[in-house]
């Protein structure tokens, strides 16, 4: 018995298996997706939308299948040839034993072995004897006990059955017959039909081995190449749940909201304090630069009616309040007064770790170990993950703070990379006004709130157009838009900056439906205007 394979027959199979999850998930899936078209809850979807989707579906199930296949390839194709190679191994080596007939007590010869083998571990090998003498057979364990049969039973009562067995050609009629009761039961096994079918069968894995292989079985350098994507995926979530772990301790959000003040905007802030207070002439002295920022500082009472303890005292706690939600602090040496002159230090905190320890944060790392072989191959993932965390939190921080400033309020990030959602200028944080709209600078807000512009065009850009896109998507010179203007064809929402220069132009679907049902769009965009009509129905044109 020949159950070794070479190598070739076990990769076959195992891709076999792979094409025909492939085809059925392929057949289940587009049954499903037939089905559904049936469904009233998608009669108004367009036909091309719907089969997008379920192509989706397709393309991420049949990659899901594929990469596990390959991710288990080798380890199960290499279980089933040491399993074989057991089988083999034990049907090659195992000694037959030496058994003699019960009746004229000769040695037995062996005519036939076979392999008794259950939970994919090899058991017994099973010998089949014969008297050269007198012909008489015994069936016998490796380990000589003889192997008594066990009569089979009538599924009807329960009695012995007997079998009948006729040949003719290639057909084999088997007649079971109950020696009790009525029972019987015929069979018949055609080999030469089942030899077809089985040709058939080979003959169609064969085909679909050449037709399929390719598509459905991943090759090495592929399978590697998306295994190790997904494996780069599932580490930068790995990342993403460490560094958001940073930013659990409620210390994160003071940071996260203090105001960041340069020396120039110190200066402002406190000077304001102090003069209320008859504080004046506030100076600076040269900076100690290190891992903190120290600042000398003086500053004359101009109240001679308070005491130096009052003057000392009063001042300390005007800088503590003006400077609580800054990165700047009055140094623990506190402050000494001479003569009408109170000097001190400032001590100012640039890094977020230092600000952190400010606030109080324990010193905790996250309890999520990183594996630092991978953190050093997909290095440039890890900082993507980590960008994304600070961005998550970030977001997560600023509508926390919508609840105390409904409204909104203007960012601390003094970086540029911003840009106003309306009119699209360049911003740096401070000028950028956030809330759940979106970025607007301080001109767009204001004119927002004066009622120019509703605030809804924000974040939807399909009520309006800007004058920029007349020419890219209905082809018309900025000279056309112009003389359109002035002659009422079109209807713009003029944008004024706080000295009262027009700095953009905002052009309303609901102003002008007249032009938008006139003009067709030259571009291939799919972009809609929106307008209510007077019955308060939501158009689009």
């Given amino acids: 018995m020949q159950y070794l ?8 199979r195992y891709d076999l298996l792979t094409i025909e999850l492939c085809l059925d998930k392929i057949e289940f899936i587009s049954k499903v997706a037939k089905d559904s078209l049936k469904s009233h809850d998608i009669q108004n979807t367009p036909i091309e939308e719907i089969n997008n989707g379920w192509n989706q579906v397709l393309h991420e199930q049949l990659l899901n299948t594929k990469l596990y296949r390959y991710k288990n390839r080798e380890t199960e194709i290499k279980e089933w040839i ?6 083999q191994y034990k049907y090659d080596n195992t000694p037959a034993p030496a058994i003699k007939c019960s009746t004229c007590n000769k040695l037995m010869d062996v005519t036939m072995k076979s392999l008794d083998w259950h939970d994919a571990k090899p058991q017994k090998m099973l010998f089949f004897f014969e008297c050269p003498s007198c012909k008489k057979r015994k069936h016998v364990w490796e380990d000589g006990k003889e192997w008594i049969h066990e009569p089979d039973l009538c599924p009807k009562c329960k009695s012995e059955v007997k079998y009948k067995f006729k040949r003719k050609d290639d057909i084999v009629t088997t007649t079971t017959k109950c020696t009790s009761c009525d029972y019987k039961n015929i069979e018949i096994d055609d080999y030469k039909k089942n030899d077809e079918e089985r040709l058939q069968k080979e003959q169609k894995e064969k085909s679909l081995l050449e037709k399929y292989r390719s598509e459905f079985c991943l090759s090495k350098e592929k399978g590697d190449e998306l295994l190790d994507g997904f494996e780069q995926l599932k580490f930068m979530n790995e990342i993403y749940e460490y560094e958001l772990q940073k ?4 210390v994160y959000e003071r940071t996260f909201n203090i105001k960041r003040l340069t020396i120039v905007e110190l200066e402002k802030v406190l000077n304001k304090k102090l003069v209320k207070y008859k504080f004046k002439n506030l100076a600076f002295d040269k900076p100690e630069i290190t891992r903190f920022v120290i600042v000398p500082f003086s500053v004359q009472d101009n109240d001679t009616n308070r005491s130096s303890k009052d003057s000392t005292k009063e001042l300390e706690k005007i800088i503590k309040e003006a400077l609580e939600i800054t990165n700047w602090r009055l140094t623990p040496d506190g402050t000494s007064y001479r003569l009408g002159y109170i000097s001190g230090q400032l001590k100012g905190y640039e890094r977020d770790e230092d600000l952190h320890e400010l606030f109080g944060k324990k010193k905790e790392e996250p309890k999520t170990e990183i594996d630092p ?9 890890a900082e993507i993950a980590r960008l994304l965390a600070e961005m998550e939190i970030t977001e997560r921080l600023r509508k926390k703070r919508l609840e105390k400033e409904p409204e909104g309020f203007f960012l601390e990030d003094r970086e540029s990379g911003y840009s106003c959602n309306l009119c699209s200028r360049g911003l740096k944080g401070s000028e950028s006004w956030w809330n759940l709209d979106g970025i607007q600078c301080a001109d767009c807000r204001r004119n927002v709130k004066e009622g120019i512009v509703p605030a809804e065009i924000i974040k939807n850009h399909d009520l309006w157009i800007a004058s920029w896109q007349f020419k890219s998507e209905f082809g018309l010179h900025s000279a056309t838009v112009s003389k359109m203007n002035r002659n009422g064809e079109l209807i713009g929402r003029e944008l004024k900056d706080s000295n009262g220069k027009t700095y953009f132009t905002v052009y309303m679907a609901e102003d002008n439906k ?3 049902k006139k003009h067709e769009k030259t571009s291939s965009s799919n972009k809609k205007w929106k307008f209510v009509d007077n019955d308060g129905v939501e158009m689009l044109i």
Wanted: proline fraction near 3%.
């Fill in 247 to 250: 930013y659990q301790d409620p």
């Fill in 373 to 381: 072989e991978k953190l050093l191959k997909y290095s440039n993932s």
């Fill in 514 to 516: 007249k032009f938008f």
């Fill in 5 to 12: 394979q070479d190598q070739q027959y076990y990769e076959d």
């Fill in 82 to 87: 040491e399993e074989d190679e057991l089988k």
